[in-house]
């Protein structure tokens, strides 16, 4: 499969997963729906009491992580001169969490009235930390897949990131601060945003090497 072929295979499966994440928004404004969601939450808050574990899967979830992470991550990447590998990155942590914080302000979902373990501010869907986690080590499984030739190291780590993912997700239903649709939604915005921002990345590189070609 071709570069303009992968591009605009990733721009489609984005699209896609918008449209879910506003299905979920749907559901989240029907009665019925919104009921059942309330319920589950409250059924897996604090359930099998690993408060110190969920706690740290919420750090490593958070900005508080991820910033330091990605200054390691981006020293050794410029370090092989990869400039558009670095902007990739940083555009796609910084622009979904900016996105994050205007989906909740037009969504504006409270909170679980549940007796947060951790902190947590301003509205509720789609989850910060589901859909940041989901850009963030998904585009960690994105390099892992394409940069790394050892088929059992490649597919190892790539699991761990996704399943990563799913338990951070988790862990803010188990602290009491999101119902499980705001998780849900989360997943399917930042996989939509990180397809996105694959896709344009892509497209950048592949029109790079042409040009080069061509010089």
Do not use: Q
């Amino acid at each position: 499969m071709n570069s303009y072929i992968k591009s605009n295979a990733m721009f489609m499966a984005s699209g896609i997963l918008f449209t879910i994440f506003l299905f979920v928004a749907l559901l989240i404004s029907l009665e019925a729906t919104e009921s059942w969601d309330r319920m589950i939450g409250e059924s897996l808050y604090r359930i099998g009491e690993m408060d110190g574990f969920f706690i740290f899967l919420s750090y490593i979830g958070s900005k508080l992580f991820f910033y330091p992470a990605l200054i390691v991550l981006t020293l050794f990447i410029l370090f092989k001169r990869n400039w558009y590998l670095a902007l990739f990155l940083w555009g796609n942590l910084v622009g979904v969490r900016l996105l994050n914080t205007l989906l909740k302000t037009i969504f504006s979902r409270d909170r679980p009235s549940l007796d947060h373990v951790v902190e947590a501010g301003y509205y509720s869907y789609p989850s910060g930390h589901s859909m940041n986690s989901m850009a963030f080590y998904g585009a960690i499984a994105y390099l892992c897949y394409w940069m790394i030739k050892k088929s059992w190291l490649r597919n190892t780590l790539m699991i761990f990131c996704f399943v990563l993912i799913g338990l951070i997700g988790f862990s803010r239903v188990y602290l009491g601060v999101h119902y499980p649709l705001d998780v849900f939604g989360g997943f399917a915005m930042g996989a939509s945003w990180l397809l996105l921002m694959s896709g344009i990345y892509s497209k950048v590189v592949h029109n790079k090497k042409i040009n080069s070609f061509h010089n």
